[in-house]
């Protein structure tokens, strides 16, 4: 079965490989280059220029940034369709006699789009349609030839099984969710249940560190390229469908992975807000201190972040007879590294670091490197924003979608890291399942924990008192 190199090898520093295309002229097919480059170029002549024939296969770089991309402009069962249609009709795959010789020499190639297709945007075979046509089309190149038969057979085994796991890891997902409830509420409850927290449960933060990242490696390896895409995507002014994109968006593991940065934050409230005594509060603010170090230093970004806007929450801000306790210098070198000041200048340099120190690494542990993905999403949000989709003429604008695909394949290579850190289900289920006060409990945890400092403070903490508890 034809293999297909990482995704670090796909991309070159300046953007995108200079020498993919031969064609010295500027304007090719309906395709537009410059300096070998392609720029831009109209919908059915990019479609043309997806489909392998005998003696040409797109590079793999070009087929990323189209299947990446064209979704923006038609859904990908259309593509799917056309794609199918190309190669039938090119390669006289439905002409019984057509040219054996011929089929075999083709055959590969197609077999290896799909592959690459199956392989990088597995979630759109969710859609019956994808699934029926890539079924068609596969069964057309096998049928005859024993090694193509077990080719497609492997590819789409290999496809089902990537589906099964979504599903599974989806139903987690949702079975987690069902069992939320704001910690306050259980406190009430049952006051019994809740005898636990994060430093009894795990009291080195470095092992703390490491169950996070497990966490935010499972849940980035399940996002798929295209729902950056997806995310902010708006209707093509060309596209005369009437229906909305939803039809097209089949996960929400996006959504998912923001859900769990707001719950870390959450989690590191809670658990600051909880205690009754100012120095057991400050014990557990240095622990998470110590545990957003030992996350920045293996590269998790994304927790760190957590951490720190747990930390900076005002019911946590506001204890400063708490703060007053801790130590606090090592938490100014982590805000400093996180300081959103000039565009995240700080963060973007150790961000550099972690992605250079990841494609040189030895072990599995010097390769990860979990970005903070709230800025992510907004840098391929301005991105997306900034450019337009088509040009004047109603050409695609090639140009932008080269930097949308360099930028989603550098993820694409940091999701495939598999954590190599042993998994404690003891504490993972404690970070996943620990019920956590809402906004509100927080503020009264806060003001019972520390009282009101000004009329405000006052009037809201009476408010919640009264709210929550039933109390005046």
Same mark, same amino acid.
């Given at each position: 079965?034809?293999?297909?190199?990482?995704?670090?090898?796909?991309f070159d520093?300046?953007g995108?490989?200079?020498?993919?295309? +031969?064609?010295?002229e500027?304007?090719?097919?309906?395709?537009?280059?410059?300096d070998?480059?392609l720029?831009?170029?109209?919908?059915?002549?990019?479609?043309?220029?997806?489909?392998p024939?005998?003696?040409?296969?797109?590079d793999r770089?070009?087929?990323?940034?189209?299947?990446?991309?064209?979704?923006l402009?038609?859904?990908?069962y259309?593509?799917?369709?056309?794609?199918c249609h190309l190669?039938?009709?090119?390669?006289?795959?439905n002409?019984?006699n057509?040219?054996?010789?011929q089929?075999r020499?083709?055959?590969?190639k197609?077999?290896?789009?799909?592959?690459?297709?199956?392989?990088?945007?597995?979630y759109?075979f969710?859609?019956?349609?994808?699934?029926?046509?890539?079924?068609?089309?596969?069964?057309?190149?096998?049928?005859?030839?024993?090694?193509?038969?077990?080719?497609v057979?492997?590819?789409?085994?290999?496809?089902i099984?990537?589906?099964?796991a979504?599903?599974?890891?989806e139903e987690?997902?949702?079975?987690?969710?069902?069992?939320?409830t704001?910690?306050?509420?259980?406190?009430?409850?049952?006051?019994?249940?809740?005898?636990?927290?994060? &430093?009894?449960?795990?009291?080195?933060?470095?092992?703390?560190? +490491?169950?996070?990242?497990?966490?935010?490696?499972e849940?980035?390896?399940?996002i798929g390229?295209?729902?950056?895409?997806?995310?902010?995507?708006?209707?093509?002014?060309l596209?005369?469908?009437?229906?909305?994109?939803?039809?097209?968006k089949?996960?929400?593991?996006?959504e998912a992975?923001?859900?769990?940065?707001n719950r870390l934050s959450?989690?590191?409230?809670?658990?600051?807000?909880?205690?009754?005594?100012k120095?057991?509060?400050?014990?557990?603010?240095?622990?998470?201190?110590d545990?957003?170090?030992?996350?920045?230093?293996?590269?998790?970004?994304n927790?760190?972040?957590?951490i720190?806007?747990?930390?900076?929450?005002?019911p946590?801000?506001?204890l400063k007879?708490?703060w007053?306790?801790?130590?606090?210098?090592?938490?100014?070198?982590?805000?400093?590294q996180?300081?959103?000041?000039?565009?995240?200048?700080?963060?973007?340099?150790?961000l550099?670091g972690?992605?250079?120190?990841?494609?040189?690494?030895?072990?599995?542990r010097?390769?990860?490197?979990?970005?903070?993905?709230?800025?992510?999403?907004?840098?391929?949000y301005?991105?997306?924003?900034?450019?337009?989709?088509?040009?004047?003429n109603g050409?695609?604008?090639?140009?932008?979608?080269?930097?949308?695909?360099?930028?989603?394949s550098?993820?694409?290579?940091?999701?495939?890291?598999e954590?190599?850190f042993?998994?404690?289900?003891? &504490?993972?289920?404690?970070l996943?399942?620990?019920?956590?006060?809402?906004?509100?409990s927080?503020y009264l945890a806060s003001?019972?924990?520390?009282g009101?400092?000004?009329?405000?403070?006052?009037?809201?903490?009476?408010?919640?008192?009264?709210s929550?508890?039933?109390?005046?």
């Open positions: 079965m034809p293999q297909t190199p990482p995704f670090s090898a796909m520093s300046s995108y490989n200079r020498n993919l295309y +031969q064609s010295a500027e304007s090719c097919g309906g395709l537009y280059y410059h070998n480059n720029l831009s170029g109209s919908l059915e002549a990019l479609i043309q220029h997806l489909v024939n005998v003696d040409y296969y797109p770089t070009y087929i990323f940034t189209f299947l990446l991309s064209s979704r402009f038609m859904h990908p259309e593509l799917m369709a056309k794609v190669c039938v009709e090119h390669q006289r795959l002409d019984p057509s040219d054996k010789n089929i020499k083709i055959a590969p197609i077999l290896q789009l799909l592959t690459e297709w199956t392989e990088t945007f597995p759109d969710r859609d019956e349609r994808m699934m029926r046509n890539l079924k068609d089309l596969a069964h057309r190149i096998a049928s005859g030839e024993e090694t193509y038969r077990k080719n057979q492997q590819m789409i085994q290999c496809l099984r990537k589906l099964a979504l599903s599974q890891y987690v997902l949702a079975k987690i969710s069902s069992t939320s704001d910690r306050l509420t259980v406190i009430r409850t049952k006051p019994q249940s809740i005898q636990r927290d994060i &430093i009894t449960v795990c009291s080195d933060p470095y092992t703390l560190a +490491q169950q996070l990242t497990h966490i935010e490696l849940r980035l390896n399940y390229p295209e729902e950056f895409v997806q995310a902010f995507v708006q209707k093509d002014p596209d005369n469908d009437k229906s909305c994109y939803s039809d097209r089949k996960t929400r593991n996006l992975y923001v859900e769990w940065f959450y989690l590191v409230a809670t658990e600051i807000c909880m205690p009754v005594k120095k057991h509060r400050a014990r557990v603010i240095e622990h998470f201190i545990v957003a170090r030992e996350c920045f230093n293996i590269g998790n970004f927790s760190l972040m957590a720190i806007s747990g930390m900076n929450m005002s946590v801000s506001r007879k708490t007053a306790k801790v130590k606090t210098a090592k938490f100014d070198v982590l805000e400093h996180m300081d959103p000041s000039s565009n995240f200048y700080n963060y973007r340099t150790a550099r972690a992605a250079q120190r990841s494609l040189t690494a030895h072990s599995s010097e390769k990860i490197v979990i970005p903070f993905f709230s800025l992510l999403i907004k840098d391929i301005f991105l997306n924003e900034g450019c337009a989709n088509r040009l004047p050409h695609v604008n090639f140009e932008k979608f080269w930097e949308l695909a360099k930028q989603v550098e993820f694409m290579t940091w999701k495939q890291v954590c190599p042993e998994r404690d289900r003891k &504490i993972l289920q404690y996943l399942t620990a019920p956590v006060f809402s906004e509100d927080l003001y019972e924990s520390e009101p400092e000004n009329h405000i403070e006052k009037d809201r903490w009476k408010s919640l008192r009264s929550l508890l039933g109390r005046v």
